[in-house]
């Protein structure tokens, strides 16, 4: 489909424990899936855009329910079956506003991408690009994987975004400023959060007016409860977050750059951009899960006008 | 049972997801009843007042729960069995606080009410008849039978109380203002939202005092979270909301309307029955559900006492 | 999809209790979706076939359900949003081997089909037009719309393939045979039980034979437990069922018809048409469920070759 | 209700772990309430009879479920609030197979049943006065309570009814021979097992004639799934089980008494009585719980005429 | 193990409804196990202390379970296993808010403890015997054990703690104030509530100080949500509590006390016990659930150092 | 604890679907621990015995339920905690039937062990070393660690048993013939299976006299459904299963060695052994899970007794 997102990474199961407490006193595990960039095709597909999603999951039934959940919402899907495991992820609240979450993912299918399975048609056909941070912490050839997409966005003149997404965790045996850094200079579209600008920068300074500093033309601060700043065009923008109850926000990032990118794909100005990134997020932070939660357009129009807290 | 209250109306199963989110995430639902007429009918034999409620339902599995479930509250039921099926609702959290229903109700077993449906001798024996606005909207038959419900109470001396209880889908293809109108007119208590009085009347004035000019010596307006208004036999009264935590507003309207019935019948005066409305509209939205919250006296006491938060 | 399967008809949504017993002492309750040619369209798409369905559902979350889970099997959708609800099942179990279904769908939106919701491109660029003898009961602009895209198909070519699919409770008011005839006359293929032959032709004789001599070149008796038996091209074929444990019968006919004419349009011959029909029924009964149990074909693959019974 | 069952003893609240294993790795646990005396009621109750059950519970949540159920399912229930608690029992399955029952009970609310528990009235215009041999066994003023009650059935002209039910728990510490042996001889209807006759009597001989030596005119003998014999006004009679699958095996016995009873009631003879007794026996081990699962007549109608096991 | 926490009391099962409402309309339900002196054990050893609790409970699975709970914690537990029923708790929510407890524990197990149960070397070995105001009002055997082993712990140096913990249902039939006044004479350690200081003592003054003239030499005492006073040696100290979203008061005090000594048996001054002490019972809140909540160290630095609440 | 069992390997977390069918379809999901080895510990603990277990885990919440449930069983655990992941099973069941497990376990904590994590004093003092032909699969270090342990306990004169346990996904890029033929040839105890002696041996001859042949003195051929045969110190045994509803397999051959050697240790002679290894295998297969199905003496008991399936 010409014109939408074209976006690659790792998407994982994802085992939910219900309730509150340790694994051991749990009820029950809900099972979904998640990875940021599979979060934002979501987010797209669900805001009315086409998205395309490329990236490696086992054979096994994880990677079914990967698949499955992808065409369910309508998001063009590049599955490569690869002979090792699908990444997963294991999620439980350990009080009610403390969530701690488990990556079992070294060496997993997602982290085997190399450049091949980039599908160079579906990149030259986009209307943006969309990689984030996390894809070139997952292993050498998922970094080689990264650039070459945005190299070949490059030449087809593709807008490409990038989320910087900095996960300490997958970086701690490699050092993550220089690539990241990298791929902002590579990018018109960045998102970032305060302290991931210092971490790519160096302390100090305006992190919007330092990152286009590096090249890109729009640089989207999403700064949480806060709300985000941004610098599109060389213009300034502040908008503040929205008074939701937040259940979980896991996927909240993912939902703002969802937001943003549909916008953008469907030719809106940098107001109503930010508006509906805003508006994505806060919907998203109300939802259990990581994607499940990301919104439709009535879904936003029912958030914003809620006057009374039943639709029937 | 003389002197209790007589109801009558559409009554159907509820269907109601767990958790937050679409129907397709949901983990679970559970299966209850729910009816605007029922729920009043409940909440009044909860309360210690008797309480009878007359209606059609299917020959189907959901019309064998809506006879069991009244039952075991202790409302005697006149239930007549139809051969279309018992009408349903649909329930599900579109976030933390949207809540969103539909209904599949066209052509229902409960729309399908007749003038002899209603045991005469059940409306004689009344201490009050209640209406809602709802039932005029189901068809023709249905508004016939509340006319002629209301008609025979009066020649019997009974009072009849009547909630507004607009719905704006039931009417979409015929005109609310001049039944609902008809309805107040020959009610001696009236409750109504402030939105409910303008639909009525047209925009402007006092809602209360404006209702009574129609003919009620008892009208009470609710209004949410900001508590209620009332004119009742002349004299002007207002009562606070309680502040608690609202789990789900559906059936509050119904609880309020139980606790002042039940108080009116029990001999209470004007102020006992609106304090006793607002706790039992209070108590209603800290449960999900429609009816299964409904409050006992018993559970009113600890509302209004409960000074720390557990009873042991 | 040049060459699959195009069907047309209602699908609702699917209420089942969870475990053993009455509404009211049910613990859960899961939301699925069921209709005969929906199934069988998924049943196709599940056996690597491609499949279309047509159908009209309400503007409510049952209609997005089931339009979100059509997508996710990969069939494609032509879904028409009417302004009455989606009909739904109620379903629970009386004993462990008891099963009750209610039907709320009287004048659901998916009864009021009309000629003009069945795109004519469709038609004429399928492989097979799959139709069953509950449509023609749901309505009179059902019934058109059956016989209207019969004729599509007839005029382009392209084979008709008739369930007989009898539900005595669709057609209380409207005599059945002449109908059932009518549509059978009609086909190429033709699915019966040995009852619904009865009540097409009437009591008597071999119902494999007496069918054909309507017109149908393939005749299949599905006959439960006792697997079935053919007359295809004149030839006659019998295969026996597999012996597998039941735990929901509901939905293995669909089963049985998918894996028929998946092998039909995959260009399978009439003994492996009858033996993967056989098998896919036989996976379908020890789901619960009406659709999800459908098999894929490394399911099938399984199911027949199972030595153990854990797969690592 | 002049002619129905009036029956007396203690009802418990039953927690229930769901699948199979150890309290420890149980997901969840249902709460219902189970006794043999209210198994009856209930079981008469929804089999069209009337029915009256006479106990005592705790001032607790359990005591307002035990209330609560017996109203919902039609029995009259006259409930003493007591000072001690309501007894529980906890119920799981060490494997598919073998189910494990604790009684918390001792001292027990239920335990503490007076004769001056035992309205008059009730027992004078009863059709059948039904007590077991639990009761006995649960203390001093519980065995008074049962023998006060069957001298008010024989001096009012009241039948006499029975069910051994030797629970070798509860009479630990005190002989259940001679007891058992007096309420067999002071009624008209017995029901016991072969091992509880020999309990009763000593070993050897026919059981139903042994027992019948002592008095009574109907003697039955419930041999689970061998089915059951009967010696009723000098006839001798015997009736298979029926093959089901069993799920549960609690409350069978129960159930059938409440066969034989409803029909007795219901003024039919030996032979039609001993088979609704066979069949609500058999409907009852399908279903998990106590009394859940007792049928009703569409439920035995069901049982002995289904040819597939779908009713629509 | 030298040196640890010594404690005895009574633990039972505790069966808690999910969600809100009553018994009757409750979705599942969760077995767990709970006692104040077992709570402060497992919160001790949680916390790195090393643990032992003594007591008596039934022959059933429910004693099973608390002994295997006991034994996941790392608590080494002296269980007697006793010929009556180990007590259980049902526990429900009336509202979002309103917590109800039943005990059915009259006569249980864990009432018939003995001061021969009471192992003399567990005491001799103890760095603190800690035991509450619950115990002895179980019975008189319970109350005889109780003082004994504080004896024995005198005779041994050990250091006594006393939580006052008054249960008003306990003590119905007897008077608590010079029981509860003796056991604070005996303690070096006392924990109590605003209260329960003046149920000991009679109203007015300040409580941490006229219960330390009774002669314990460390006085805490604990007010909820206003956080805790006390008196150690001479010296005042107060502490507020942290502000969290309370899910579930129970347990919070045990907690509170766990926090406490498992402190002063790692040798912390007062300021780090109160702290950790205050830190335990708010984790404790935030958990439904009498003592899996209890927190481990990590769980206490992760609540005082969240800065954002997701920890990866 | 000198003389128990002790043994070394793989523990992984183990998600296990509720019900039948895909993981999208799946309403609900357990989480629990499984591994060969930590089976066979639980089950000697279970049986009465001493049992010791060696291995890594993530420092992960999986880590820490692995601990704890090891604890809860009275198992002693080495646990090493490493710095990747904790592996993970998903299980589900495609059909009633029909079992399917993933595993996500490639370069996973569990499969890094190395020869210094098995403390030389726990092997010294054991009565059994335990090991199985899994943990050579899982990687180099792994397979040293293995065959040191195994060394480690002929120096000290240790008894060896070897559960062949050949799973042939982990030996995919490896050959297991050789390293399985010298694991066996060290041993004096072997499991296996009639096909893993053929892999091990090639072709032809009778399995247990073969095996036998590479130097073990006692040899058990373990064959599913049809029981078992063993060559013990020369003499031939054979007993047959016992028929009992399999609901999960997984698990029955752990529990069969678990039987075996925890007689073995208690003193046991080979035909008792034989007895509680098939007792012990029957009773696994009716529960769900790994290990937490796994029986305790008293289960046995009731197995082999049980006269009727309620024990009360």
Chains 1, 2, 3, 4, 5, 6 share one sequence.
């Not at 009820?27 to 095709?41: D, K, L, P, Q, T």
Request: hydrophobic share 45%; charged share 20%.
């Amino acid at each position: 489909m010409s014109g939408g997102l074209v976006t690659l990474g790792e998407t994982m199961g994802l085992v939910a424990a219900d309730g509150i407490g340790s694994l051991e006193f749990a009820r029950g595990f809900a099972f979904g899936i998640g990875g940021a960039e599979s979060n934002v095709a979501i987010g797209v597909a669900r805001l009315g855009g086409s998205a395309t999603w490329i990236g490696r999951v086992g054979r096994d039934a994880t990677g079914d329910l990967i698949e499955r959940r992808l065409r369910g919402e309508g998001v063009r899907a590049t599955v490569i079956r690869d002979s090792s495991f699908t990444g997963l992820m294991v999620k439980h609240r350990r009080t009610a506003g403390l969530l701690h979450v488990d990556y079992h993912r070294a060496g997993s299918a997602g982290s085997r991408l190399v450049p091949a399975d980039v599908p160079a048609a579906a990149v030259r056909s986009a209307g943006i690009l969309h990689v984030t941070g996390i894809t070139p912490a997952l292993s050498g050839t998922a970094r080689e994987t990264v650039f070459h997409a945005v190299e070949a966005a490059h030449a087809a003149g593709v807008t490409v975004s990038v989320d910087v997404n900095y996960r300490s965790k997958l970086w701690s045996s490699y050092d993550a400023a220089p690539v990241l850094r990298d791929l902002v200079t590579r990018a018109q579209v960045v998102f970032a959060g305060p302290d991931e600008a210092e971490l790519v920068l160096g302390p100090g300074g305006n992190p919007a007016e330092r990152l286009a500093g590096l090249g890109p033309s729009e640089v989207v601060i999403k700064d949480g409860a806060r709300g985000c700043t941004a610098l599109i065009e060389g213009e300034r923008h502040a908008v503040k977050a929205l008074e939701v109850t937040v259940v979980d926000p896991v996927g909240a990032g993912d939902a703002f750059v969802a937001g943003y990118l549909a916008d953008r794909l469907a030719g809106a100005g940098p107001a109503a951009r930010l508006g509906t990134a805003i508006a994505a997020g806060a919907f998203a932070v109300t939802f259990p899960g990581d994607c499940e939660g990301l919104p439709t357009r009535p879904d936003l129009e029912s958030l914003l006008s809620a006057t009374d807290n039943v639709s029937r």
